[in-house]
């Protein structure tokens, strides 16, 4: 083949790229008129996200980076939410701005408008009086935060939907490990890694060695009200009190616990 005949040939596949994503705009159409018919329901589902990214990057071969893969994957699923149903990413820039902005613009493009905020308390309040956003903020909420999980409790307060990146490796152009909260989801949503809110009347140092042995990982610890507050990602198929059970028999008092959302588990990718 000569120069000229590849980059025909280039062209070709980028014309059909392009009808494809036209092609799939028309059912995105369809999806909308049937999901008004059925009285509506969330854009989002990160449990098909989850499964789709995950067969995106097993399949994948060749040159081009996955990054790359990822990157166009991820703008093309949030673009076309967006499309069925407009919402804004609120962002916690208190750890920086760039880290943050890397992340939100790396999972979720350019096209979805971005709304900054100096702590995670400022993202949960706006996502909780919104229509439909979303919101994004580092694991520990900031360092002003405290115990930012418990403003999750409530049953209709946001929850957790997803726990970004998706795909973990040391290279990850946008490696800041976030939450993304949403209204509570009636469906759709990843149930493998549960996060709850624990709230006792003191801590002692073998609790965490306690929650550990029931399958508790310790994200978050923090005083709240006249007590303290872990926030603990467990199993989705652990029973839903083996975490508070595990610490009153250690002997903490007035033990509450509540679920504040979930998550697909991180997948991480082969060497």
């Known amino acids: 083949m000569t120069l000229d005949d590849i980059r025909r040939e280039i062209d070709r596949i980028d014309a059909e790229m392009h009808r494809l994503l036209i092609e799939r705009s028309g059912v995105i159409e369809r999806l909308i ?11 989002f589902r990160p449990a098909r996200e989850a499964s789709m990214l995950r067969a995106i990057v097993e399949r994948h071969e060749g040159r081009l980076p996955v990054d790359t893969v990822e990157g166009i994957w991820r703008i093309i699923i949030s673009t076309f939410t967006y499309v069925q149903s407009p919402y804004c990413v609120h962002i916690d820039v208190s750890h920086g701005e760039q ?24 993202v949960i309040d706006s996502v909780r009086a919104s229509a439909g956003d979303l919101g994004m903020f580092a694991l520990d909420g900031g360092a002003a935060a405290g115990a930012w999980w418990m403003r ?16 973990e490796r040391p290279d990850h152009p946008a490696g800041l490990p976030v939450y993304v909260v949403a209204k509570p989801l009636s469906d759709g949503g990843a149930r493998q890694v549960v996060l709850e809110a624990l709230w006792m009347d003191r801590w002692r140092p073998d609790f965490a060695f ?18 303290f507050s872990a926030l603990v990602a467990r199993g989705g198929d652990a029973a839903p009190d083996a975490l508070s059970r595990v610490l009153r028999d250690g002997g903490a008092r007035d033990v509450r616990a509540g679920e504040i959302g979930s998550h697909a588990p991180r997948f991480e990718m082969a060497r």
Do not use: Y
């Not at 008129?33 to 854009?43: C, D, E, L, N, P």
């Not at 880290?99 to 971005?114: C, L, M, N, Q, Y």
């Not at 957790?160 to 998706?166: D, E, N, Q, S």
């Not at 306690?210 to 007590?227: C, D, K, N, S, T």
């Open 152 to 167: 999750l409790i409530e049953p209709d307060a946001p929850k957790v939907i997803a726990r970004l990146p998706f795909v």
């Open 99 to 122: 880290a943050i902005r890397d992340s939100e613009r790396f999972h979720f493009g350019f096209t979805v408008p971005v709304q900054p905020h100096f702590g995670a308390v400022g």
């Open 210 to 227: 306690r929650l550990a042995a029931a399958g508790g990982e310790i994200i978050g610890e923090a005083a709240w009200g006249h007590g």
């Open 33 to 43: 008129a049937i999901k008004q018919r059925q009285g509506g329901g969330s854009a």
